[in-house]
């Protein structure tokens, strides 16, 4: 258990002083990407959820209606979620040349999703789609928010495009990479990623919205708790893959992912009792607290949505524990 | 041992959690539950149901559409001399909203009710809970709305917008009007993988009984909720089998309620010993089937108000009985979506001279669709 906190097992503390401020300001950059992703994710889980109720309620007329006005929802997070991933390339990119090429690919990707969401609007208010550029709803200013939005993307998009690579040539990128993904089955590795950093993506932005919107009074106080506490633990077990697990030395990983897992085991099983104990205490508890949290659940009336967040990190500590194990064995 | 206390823990902590706090009993405030309006012969209640402002909404669109209801009921009411009185907001004015939809909703209502001189009552539907707000927020927003009435008293009565409104004519009640919340869903059990629609608990209806006693037993009273109970299902079943029952308009989908064996309410075969003569909810947005049944009690759904989420297109070429069926009784002709709103009128009678009204009552359906070539407009009477 002492290797999880042993600071040699680390990349960092051996870093020198440029190598820690680029390191930082790396970090930084995917934190404050992270969180805007989590909000404009909820915004499209939102549009996308009220439109899944019109199709599935047999009308899809309303349903693209509604999907095409709110275009720019859907825009503003892949611009957001595409700039993540150009700002993650500088972890694990092996060579210059590949992180050149996908700082490239990714950011054409958000110049085109920003630039498509600019004319997109355009188009909506010569058409009468949008009755005026600041129509309302679902904030005071859209789409002109989301038109701003996608103003300050394009030009970082364009910065990055145009700038990067001479930028980088002056002040080369000077931390260690992480080393390339896995090889093997890399389709069905990036797939499951990306499916958890949605996850991650969604529970930290219920459990940010959780705070101001569950209703903690009506003697529904352990749900409310219970309910914060599943996606807390979703959104921490993504961070600490991404800013402990990952950040550990190659050759210490099997030290450190054994005692990882079984914390995170216990603390994920733990918590998932806390929360069946707390909701046979309120089976009405998620209706009633403020189910603005769980839109697909309500919607389908199941409550598979907080049953998949629940499974989450013990379906990944349980992979981790296997992982753990083998690569003991192997030691 | 220690780690077996830790463990013992978990499931100890949210008893405790869920045990904390002293809450009152609805008993023993029940005028808090109450607020008077004027009654006159012909007083209106409009009902708009399942507005269902999104984030898809465009609210600018849906403002002129509702404008138009209440414009065209306004015509139509002071063609004989009424107005609107009161609008009910039978639930699901919002669904995967925001506090931005919330105050726009009740400004804009504000407006009309300042402008037509109407009150408006809210009651909670399923998905007015599914947004991004704390409901309590959205509870004080409607209680400090100046025209609207809104009563949520913090105690052990199920639910949240659970209140009547007494209609007086100087110190007597003539009409009680019940607002019941029918709440939202629930699970079986705490590993359900699905949940069922809630239902109309058995302390609401004691409640209500406790609430219509203290104005008397004999004064008429009309109950608006959001999810159809069990009775609607009863006697649609009982009308495909042949009972004489008087009904009308479209039945184009399920009721969409609780049914489940432990989901059958005891408020519409209780209340309606106790001078309850009608119950208008929404919840399915492609019915508005009413029926009267062998006592009396006029039981419908009311049209489901505007074009959000999903609602009904009628084709007069539909091979579907539920449709022809639907169109014959409302004698229209002609291609129609089924969006608009429901409106009853109170009506003096009192046959026997007690000094109590009867409980007769005027009810008309308004289908009112936005159109390129003229709007369509369509008032249908019960």
């Given at each position: 258990?002492k290797?999880?906190?042993?600071?040699?097992?680390?990349?960092?503390p051996?870093?020198?002083?440029?190598?820690?401020?680029?390191?930082?300001?790396?970090?930084?950059?995917?934190?404050?990407?992270?969180?805007?992703?989590?909000?404009?994710?909820v915004?499209?889980?939102?549009?996308?959820?009220?439109?899944?109720?019109?199709?599935?309620s047999?009308?899809?007329?309303?349903a693209?209606?509604?999907?095409?006005?709110?275009?720019?929802?859907?825009?503003?997070?892949?611009?957001?979620?595409?700039?993540?991933?150009?700002?993650?390339?500088?972890?694990?990119?092996?060579?210059?040349?590949?992180?050149?090429?996908?700082?490239?690919?990714?950011?054409?990707?958000?110049?085109?999703?920003?630039?498509?969401?600019?004319?997109?609007?355009?188009?909506?208010?010569?058409?009468g789609?949008?009755?005026?550029?600041?129509?309302?709803?679902?904030?005071?200013?859209?789409?002109?928010?989301?038109?701003?939005?996608?103003?300050?993307?394009?030009?970082?998009?364009?910065?990055?495009l145009?700038?990067?690579r001479?930028?980088l040539?002056?002040?080369p990128?000077?931390?260690?990479?992480?080393?390339?993904?896995?090889?093997?089955?890399?389709?069905?590795?990036?797939?499951?990623?990306a499916?958890?950093?949605?996850?991650a993506?969604?529970s930290?932005?219920?459990?940010?919205?959780?705070?101001?919107?569950?209703d903690?009074?009506?003697?529904?106080?352990a749900?409310?708790?219970?309910?914060?506490?599943?996606y807390?633990?979703?959104?921490?077990?993504?961070?600490?893959?991404?800013?402990?697990?990952?950040?550990?030395?190659?050759?210490?990983?099997?030290?450190?992912?054994?005692?990882?897992?079984?914390?995170?085991?216990?603390?994920?099983?733990a918590?998932?009792?806390?929360?069946?104990?707390a909701l046979?205490?309120?089976?009405?508890?998620?209706?009633?607290?403020?189910?603005?949290?769980?839109p697909?659940?309500?919607?389908?009336?199941?409550n598979?949505?907080?049953?998949?967040?629940?499974?989450?990190?013990?379906i990944?500590?349980?992979t981790?524990?296997?992982?753990?194990?083998?690569?003991?064995?192997?030691? | 041992?220690?780690?077996?206390?830790?463990?013992?823990?978990?499931?100890?902590?949210?008893v405790a959690?869920?045990?904390?706090g002293?809450?009152?009993?609805?008993a023993?405030?029940?005028?808090d539950?109450?607020?008077?309006?004027?009654?006159?012969?012909?007083?209106?209640?409009?009902?708009?149901?399942?507005?269902?402002?999104?984030?898809?909404?465009?609210?600018?669109?849906s403002?002129?559409?509702l404008?138009?209801?209440?414009?065209?009921?306004?015509?139509?009411?002071?063609?004989?001399?009424?107005?609107?009185?009161?609008?009910e907001?039978?639930?699901?004015?919002?669904m995967?909203?925001?506090?931005?939809?919330?105050?726009?909703?009740?400004?804009?209502?504000?407006?009309?009710?300042?402008?037509?001189?109407?009150?408006?009552?809210?009651?909670?539907?399923?998905?007015?809970?599914?947004g991004l707000?704390?409901?309590n927020?959205?509870a004080?927003?409607?209680?400090?709305?100046?025209?609207?009435?809104?009563?949520?008293?913090?105690?052990?009565?199920?639910?949240r917008s659970?209140?009547?409104?007494?209609?007086?004519?100087?110190?007597?009640?003539?009409?009680q009007?019940?607002?019941?919340?029918?709440g939202?869903?629930?699970?079986?059990?705490?590993?359900?993988?699905?949940?069922d629609?809630?239902?109309?608990?058995?302390?609401?209806?004691?409640?209500?009984?406790?609430?219509?006693?203290?104005v008397?037993?004999?004064v008429?009273?009309?109950?608006?909720?959001?999810?159809?109970?069990?009775?609607?299902e009863?006697?649609?079943?009982?009308?495909?089998?042949?009972?004489?029952?008087?009904?009308?308009?479209?039945?184009?989908?399920?009721?969409?309620?609780n049914?489940?064996?432990?989901?059958v309410?005891?408020?519409i075969?209780?209340?309606?010993?106790?001078n309850?003569?009608?119950?208008?909810?929404?919840?399915?947005?492609?019915?508005?089937?009413?029926v009267?049944?062998?006592?009396?009690l006029?039981l419908?759904?009311?049209v489901?108000?505007?074009?959000?989420?999903?609602?009904?297109?009628?084709?007069?070429?539909?091979?579907?009985p539920?449709?022809?069926?639907?169109?014959?009784?409302?004698g229209?002709?002609?291609?129609?979506?089924?969006?608009?709103?429901?409106l009853?009128?109170?009506?003096?009678?009192?046959e026997?001279?007690?000094?109590?009204?009867?409980?007769?009552f005027?009810?008309?359906?308004?289908?009112?669709?936005?159109?390129a070539s003229?709007?369509?407009?369509?008032?249908?009477?019960?």
């Open positions: 258990m290797d999880l906190f042993n600071k040699e097992n680390f990349l960092f051996g870093f020198d002083k440029k190598q820690r401020l680029q390191s930082l300001i790396v970090f930084g950059l995917l934190a404050i990407l992270f969180i805007f992703s989590a909000f404009t994710f915004n499209m889980l939102f549009a996308f959820t009220d439109a899944a109720g019109s199709i599935v047999g009308s899809i007329d309303v693209l209606k509604g999907l095409y006005r709110s275009v720019p929802l859907f825009l503003s997070f892949f611009m957001t979620f595409w700039s993540l991933l150009l700002v993650h390339a500088f972890f694990r990119n092996v060579s210059e040349k590949k992180r050149m090429r996908s700082l490239k690919k990714n950011s054409i990707a958000v110049i085109a999703f920003a630039g498509i969401c600019i004319l997109f609007v355009l188009i909506g208010l010569i058409t789609e949008y009755s005026s550029i600041v129509e309302g709803s679902p904030s005071p200013l859209f789409p002109l928010d989301a038109v701003l939005y996608s103003i300050v993307f394009l030009a970082l998009g364009l910065l990055v145009i700038r990067g001479k930028f040539e002056k002040h990128y000077v931390v260690p990479s992480r080393g390339p993904i896995v090889t093997r089955a890399r389709f069905v590795y990036c797939f499951f990623v499916i958890w950093s949605l996850f993506v969604y930290f932005a219920t459990f940010f919205f959780g705070l101001f919107i569950i903690f009074i009506h003697g529904y106080l749900f409310s708790i219970a309910l914060l506490l599943v807390l633990l979703n959104a921490c077990f993504l961070m600490a893959w991404e800013f402990y697990y990952n950040e550990v030395k190659a050759e210490k990983k099997k030290d450190v992912l054994l005692p990882l897992a079984i914390v995170g085991l216990v603390i994920s099983v918590i998932a009792i806390f929360y069946f104990v046979g205490l309120n089976l009405d508890g998620p209706s009633n607290v403020g189910f603005g949290v769980l697909i659940a309500f919607a389908a009336s199941a598979i949505a907080t049953i998949l967040t629940i499974a989450t990190p013990i990944v500590s349980v981790a524990l296997i992982k753990g194990a083998v690569m003991r064995k192997r030691k | 041992m220690k780690h077996k206390s830790h463990f013992a823990l978990l499931f100890m902590l949210p959690l869920a045990s904390c002293q809450v009152k009993g609805y023993d405030h029940l005028q539950y109450a607020v008077d309006m004027d009654y006159r012969d012909g007083f209106t209640i409009l009902q708009l149901s399942d507005i269902h402002w999104s984030y898809n909404t465009s609210t600018p669109a403002k002129r559409y404008e138009k209801v209440i414009a065209e009921t306004d015509k139509h009411v002071k063609a004989t001399g009424g107005q609107i009185d009161l609008v907001l039978t639930g699901d004015q919002f995967l909203a925001n506090a931005y939809h919330v105050e726009s909703f009740l400004n804009f209502f504000e407006e009309q009710a300042t402008k037509y001189g109407f009150k408006y009552a809210a009651i909670w539907g399923n998905h007015d809970r599914h707000y704390n409901p927020w959205i004080d927003k409607f209680r400090q709305a100046a025209h609207c009435f809104y009563i949520e008293e913090d105690d052990d009565l199920y639910g659970n209140f009547v409104i007494n209609l007086k004519q100087g110190n007597d009640v003539k009409w009007i019940a607002n019941l919340d029918s939202a869903s629930f699970s079986e059990t705490a590993l359900s993988p699905f949940r629609y809630d239902y109309i608990r058995k302390d609401q209806t004691q409640w209500w009984l406790a609430e219509h006693n203290l008397g037993d004999k008429p009273a009309i109950a608006y909720y959001h999810i159809p109970q069990q009775d609607n009863i006697l649609w079943k009982a009308v495909q089998n042949g009972a004489p029952n008087k009904n009308k308009f479209f039945k184009l989908e399920g009721f969409a309620d049914g489940t064996e432990r989901g309410s005891d408020f075969p209780t209340a309606k010993q106790h309850l003569k009608a119950a208008f909810m929404g919840h399915a947005h492609n019915i508005d089937w009413t009267e049944d062998d006592d009396g006029v419908g759904l009311g489901k108000t505007g074009p959000e989420l999903y609602y009904a297109h009628i084709l007069t070429d539909d091979p579907d539920a449709v022809k069926k639907g169109l014959e009784s409302t229209i002709n002609e291609n129609f979506d089924l969006i608009g709103a429901s009853v009128t109170f009506r003096h009678q009192d026997d001279n007690d000094g109590f009204e009867d409980g007769a005027d009810l008309e359906h308004l289908y009112l669709n936005e159109r003229g709007d369509f407009v369509k008032w249908v009477n019960w």
